[in-house]
């Protein structure tokens, strides 16, 4: 049966190693808890590394055996690698770009060798216990390159992704030396998940602008697979917060606060020790408010727990010492005997404590720099049994598109945090039940579940589209059979385009002349006295005379426009008017004067713009802009309106590729029949074929053609095949 492979840098437990025995306390956190659902049951397993260097052989052993009884996989690294890809390329390069802090980044390629070798081990422990049929979901930024490391090794599973921090934008992330290869190891993945739509845009923007693969409504086009990126707000297990909130430890833990804090307003702030938090910028604006409000001075008090964190590492040290001495200063300046403004704690507390603080205060600071989702305020919002109380919240945290009844604030403005505390004690009780309980139903229903349910429904979804699509990958097998059926016959017709499928698109379209490698392959195959060869194309007469018109080949141009037999002369398939030509011509011109890079190509029977060399982004815009325009024009008069690979192109409607195809058919005889093509002209050309035409799109999968290839070097390599048959 197929299963569920969940894989993450940290499996959900925690070892405690004492003596000879190794104790397992499972992880409180949100994505240990939400995956349970999945992990857990039948043979499905998770995969990561067990949070320990473990040398010792027998150990290895020992924690592989009492894992797997739990359904979880260990991944062993060594202490050094640990060092190099985790603490090293992880969280001292990718965590500083992915949150915009450029200044904190450490581009060490030795701290990258030591991620592309981590995510390989990653990589073998996933295939030694997937199958075809599994799907696999890979989570986070420590796993960038394992959805294509995988699909390599396993090309029919299902691989999902999601990323739980940001992703940032295309200007920040083409900073990175290796950006081209994380984004190939993402697009490995048939669904790749983030908590924001601006995540998500960014996502696209840099696969479009730095790999050059457009994408449409979400979905990236790639050789043989769609994958599909979208946003997923990651949830909270709200009963569990709610009912923890409700617990007699929890209530007994608060009644010991409240009698040591006194009759004090509360504003709880927790956060790990980290500098995307924020946390000198959050005391700064608290500072702020107590000198623009001085009346609520004694009788406002911040509860700041920050979880330590890598405080050994320089810029966590000098954040750890910054913060210090910020409380100090604070409390300093502003304490009484009576009254503590900051009740400062370095630790991390229980979950009924943490419950008790969110019962207990007023308001909730929650100010990051950049955060992926930040789960805190959810946290904060469902322990909220009475419903009273604030939420403060960064708009720079992903939660922010979610919570929008919190009070909004950028965390770099301290006159509109210290402003938002001042409203937020000040918030009549009415308003706060009110916020409160839209955000809480907020909760309920975008649960960690729901999350969960989500993600695996449209994993499901688009490997579904996929299955459903007419082509199929030309696999060996197949390649075989055609092979086979092709020496068999006796009359072949072949219909080859030429850009896209005989050769890779160029910027510029005279660049791409035939090399010799190629104008030997057609020879030999239009050679073979039982081969009809016929090069179908968009391009000119001229150009395609020029560059093939010595081979004993027959010629299709501008889409089918211009005919030409072996030997023979050119000859246009129907007489058409071409005065149309200068009502176009002017609306595609201001486009050239617009976008650098960009030009016309005129033929006889129709116009191009070609924007093969504009900037990346803006070359897509002005294209939807034109192809837009073009079709509104055209509309009753005979023009048909085409958007290739990086051209749009106006032309009559009664001249199409199928047509000119279908020509060939009917006049000359033949028992085998093939069509490889790489467009949307192509289309046509498929579909005049007979039923047992053996038709092949090259790219793009959504096609009309029986059979799918990657590139213009396959459909070579296959030719080579067709060559001895």
Known sequence: MSKT??????????????????????????????????????????VGWPGQNIKKEAEKLQITSDLKKENMIPVFLSK???????????????????????????????????????????????????EDGDTIWIHDYQLLLLP??????????????????????????????????????????????FHTYDDMRHFLSSVSRLVGIPNSRGRIETGSRIIEVDSFPMGID???????????????????????????????????????????KRLEAFETFLNKYPEFQEKVSIIMIVVPSRDNVGQYKDLKEEV?????????????????????????FAIESLSAFYRMAHVA???????????????????????????????????????????????????????AIYQALTMPEEEQVLKISIMQETLKKYSIDHWVNMFMYRLGHIIDVQKSMATKILDEQTIKTISEDFGKAGKRMMFLDYDGTLIGFQPDPQMAKPDNVLLNLIKKLSTNTKNRVVIISGRDKETLDAWLGNLPIDIIAEHGFWLKEKDGQWKPITKLKSNWKNDIRPVIEPYVNRTPGSFIEEKDHSLVWHFRKVETGLGELRSREL????????????????????????????????RAAQKWLNTFENDFALAIGDDWTDEDTFKSMP??????????????AKYNVPTHKEVRGFLKILVDK
């Not at 403005?413 to 402003?419: H, I």
């Not at 192809?627 to 009559?652: A, C, I, P, R, W």
Request: charge should be neutral; aromatic fraction near 12%.
């Open 148 to 193: 294509q490391m995988v699909r390599k090794k396993l090309p029919n599973v299902a691989i999902g992704f999601f990323q739980h921090i940001p992703f940032p934008s295309y200007e920040v992330f083409r900073m990175m030396p290796w950006r081209k290869k994380i984004l190939r190891g993402m697009l490995g993945a048939d669904l790749i998940g």
């Open 627 to 658: 192809t837009s325009h073009l079709k509104y024009l055209s509309t009753g008069k005979n023009l048909q309106v085409l958007e290739g690979d990086m051209v749009v192109e106006v032309k009559n409607a009664d001249v199409n590729k199928g």
């Open 365 to 419: 600071l929650v100010t990051p720099m950049r955060d992926g989702m930040n789960l805190v305020c959810k946290e904060f919002i469902a322990s909220k049994l009475d419903k009273t109380g604030v939420l403060i919240l960064s708009e720079m945290a992903g939660a922010s598109k979610e919570l929008s009844d919190a009070i909004l604030v950028n965390p770099n403005n301290n006159d509109q945090m210290a402003d």
């Open 238 to 280: 709200y009963n569990k917060y709610s009912i923890t909130a409700a617990s007699p430890k929890t209530i007994d833990q608060e009644i010991k606060y409240r009698a040591a804090l006194g009759n004090q307003k509360l504003i709880i702030s927790i956060d790990r020790l980290d500098y995307s938090k924020g946390l000198p």
């Open 80 to 130: 050094k690698l640990i060092e190099n890809f985790y603490e090293g390329f992880s969280n001292d390069t990718i965590w500083p770009i992915f949150h915009y802090f450029l200044q904190f980044a450490n581009f060490d390629k030795n701290l990258w060798d030591a991620y592309v070798e981590a995510n390989k081990i990653f990589c073998a422990a996933v295939i030694d216990v997937a």
């Open 5 to 46: 492979i969940i894989v993450s840098n940290r499996l959900p437990v925690k070892i405690i190693h004492e003596g000879n025995s190794f104790y397992y306390v499972p992880s409180e956190g949100g994505l240990a808890t939400g995956l349970s659902s999945i992990y857990k049951e039948g043979n499905n397993l998770w």
């Open 324 to 348: 210090d001495l910020l409380v100090g200063r604070i409390n300093g300046n502003f304490g009484k005997l009576t009254w503590t403004p900051i009740h400062y704690f370095y630790r991390s």
């Open 691 to 704: 039923d047992d035409a053996i038709t092949i799109k090259v790219g793009n999968t959504s096609s009309a």
